[in-house]
């Protein structure tokens, strides 16, 4: 076996695992340099491909592009100038609406969504084979000239957990932040400060740059915000974990491996950044 097929092995392997892990929703998302797709080719050659899988379709406003900057540049406001028709984002759902296909002009996404409490996350290597059966779908009807010009630009990876988080003395109140995230200090002793309500966080961490390039490759996020699970109104958090990282060619290899090397990241961080306590909640299943 060759020191990359072994690399890839290993990458799509379970470097960290949970029994019950709290993964809500998995995105695993292409944006091309410029449009790869118009509505012809979603609705009329994309689309009957798929259309038995996925049945039902919505129209949705289109995701604004990515454009991550770095350096002095990175402080910069920025905006875009829309000419004409405004593009439009398509969903394509699949019956019971657990696995969602978005396309629009300069992107093509696959969602993984929980239902229910019952659902069970699928693992990642199911996610990523059933993203390039549908991808190998998706460039196929738009066409290779049509991709070549609009070859892949940014590969993004996100992981959704929600996390239930009820404080143990009383089921109404949201545990602090600080007992889920080891990112977050306790709060300081105060007699000043009223009772803490809830935390939202976020912090950045940029990723190396691809073999001769200055730049970063790219973005790590890490988001926590509150939220109320709907079903039974049980307090905690939406914990969001999310790569935007450039593949290092234009090839569907390229942007695989890009996905598969986000993943790997987030899992192993997702370890790192929670509580032990969280661990022991969600059957942290410890190493060989």
Known sequence: MTLEKRTQEALLGDPVSFDSPPVGEVVLGIQFAGPAADD???????????????????????????????????ALGQFELNFGIEPQRY??????????????????????????EQDEYPRYRAIRRRFEAIYRKF???????????????????TYINNVAASSPGNPDERLPLHRILRLVSAPPKSSVLPPMEDTKFQQRYLLPPLPGSLDPRGRFYV???????AEDQMPGYFLELKVFARPDSHSRAAVLRCFDQGRDLIVRSFKDITTPSMHKQWGLQEEN
Do not use: H, Y
């Open 223 to 229: 988001d926590a915000s509150p939220a109320v699970r």
């Open 139 to 157: 460039a196929a009807a738009a066409g290779e000239d049509r991709l070549l010009a609009n070859p892949p630009e940014w590969c993004v990876t």
């Open 40 to 74: 012809a080719v979603a609705l009329a050659d994309f689309w009957p491909q798929i259309r038995d899988e996925f049945p039902g379709m919505q129209r949705q406003p289109a995701l604004p592009r990515i454009n991550e900057r770095f350096g002095a540049d990175a």
């Open 91 to 116: 969903w394509f759902t699949s019956t019971d609406e657990r696995w969602l296909v978005q396309v629009q002009p300069d992107r093509f996404i696959l969602n993984w969504r929980k239902q229910n």
